[in-house]
């Protein structure tokens, strides 16, 4: 097992990364009260939840249990008052811990509920895919969705601990498997060109699910958000770098329909764009585009999204959190391995890489 910390100047909090990790040990150190609400899905309810069931009552703790749909659909605030429902059936109160068991929409639903419940309650991350383990679970960003654009409406809240099981890995669907890639990806465009080549030597066995390679992928990407995390909790500045790929994403995502695309794939097509405009800008190469989109569909990830009307496209990227005094700001690259936060950029040159990268009857 490896691990890291998240240091927020008088806080910190642990970040556990290995296979076959007993949450009776390293999760009791963690929770301050009896009362723990595991927040999960209808697929991990039947792959993982008896197993932390079990582990928690071990530990004399009163559990309650709230199954919610799986999908990135429901991440919104019908479902999001189910947790709040069961919170309160239980009588839970401000000594309670909220565990989320599952991937991103489950982490950020639950992190939501626990900022809000009686104000704050302690709060835990089990994320279950590779996704939510190299990026939502750390950092304390939580949210749901709204029909007019994605995590608008949240809260920051850290979690006391975060602990991420490689082997729970092994029940991803590959195309699960192959968006959370994305996001470790995105780590290396944005700041590592030591890893982007590292990624290039092992992503057929990254795609194949090696557990070793994996778990070195998640710890080196942790670390990366862990720092940037440390420099800027709020995203007041440098942590906007981790939206690589995300504002034009977002906007594949939200026409589309939340669940049509995974958020890694609307990510990967979303970073091709990013792509794709440094390089009409005159900062990267196009050998670097054509670097950018091999690694991405090495991973088994779309480098186009279908058709979507440009006005559509442009009205859903106007409501990104990134734009401020109406004034929209993109992470893109001047180099591979740099990212840069601007609002300086050529909006027909945007409009034109977001066009290229649309497939025709996709």
């Not at 279950?128 to 679970?137: A, F, G, I, R």
């Not at 729970?168 to 990806?185: D, F, H, N, T, Y």
């Not at 990624?199 to 795609?207: K, N, P, Q, R, Y």
């Amino acid at each position: 097992m490896q691990t890291l910390h998240v240091e927020l100047g008088d806080r910190r909090y642990p970040i556990f990364i290995g296979s076959q990790l007993q949450p009776h040990n390293l999760l009791a150190p963690y929770i301050k009260g009896r009362q723990v609400m595991i927040v999960t899905n209808t697929t991990l309810e039947q792959l993982y939840l008896q197993h932390y069931v079990d582990a928690l009552t071990a530990l004399d703790k009163q559990v309650a249990v709230c199954v919610l749909p799986d999908g990135e659909k429901y991440k919104n605030i019908e479902h999001l008052n189910l947790i709040f429902d069961a919170l309160l059936q239980a009588g839970f109160n401000r000594d309670c811990t909220v565990l989320a068991l599952g991937g991103g929409v489950i982490g950020d639903m639950a992190g939501f509920a626990a900022a809000s419940f009686q104000r704050g309650v302690y709060f835990i991350q089990v994320p279950t895919t590779l996704l939510s383990q190299v990026d939502s679970s750390v950092g304390g960003k939580t949210g749901i969705n709204h029909p007019l654009g994605k995590n608008m409406i949240g809260a920051f809240k850290q979690p006391e601990v975060v602990m991420a099981d490689m082997s729970q890995l092994k029940s991803l669907p590959p195309r699960e498997l192959s968006a959370g890639l994305a996001e470790v990806i995105k780590y290396a465009l944005l700041g590592d060109l030591e890893f982007l080549a590292w990624l290039e030597t092992h992503m057929d066995e990254l795609v194949a699910g090696n557990e070793t390679l994996l778990a070195e992928a998640v710890y080196r990407s942790c670390a990366h958000k862990a720092r940037i995390v440390a420099n800027d909790e709020k995203e007041q500045g440098e942590r906007a770098l981790l939206n690589l790929g995300h504002t034009f994403g977002h906007a594949i995502e939200s026409y589309l329909g939340y669940g049509e695309w995974l958020h890694g794939e609307a990510v990967a097509t979303g970073m091709v764009m990013a792509a794709d405009l440094s390089q009409r800008m005159g900062w990267i190469s196009k050998a670097d585009l054509a670097r950018t989109k091999k690694i991405i569909q090495r991973a088994r990830l779309p480098i186009s999204c279908p058709q979507i009307p440009l006005d559509a496209f442009l009205s859903y990227m106007s409501h990104d959190k990134k734009v401020l005094n109406g004034q929209l700001r993109l992470v893109l690259l001047q180099r591979l391995g740099q990212a840069v936060i601007t609002k300086t950029f050529d909006v027909d040159q945007m409009k034109a890489a977001i066009l290229a990268n649309q497939t025709v009857n996709q």
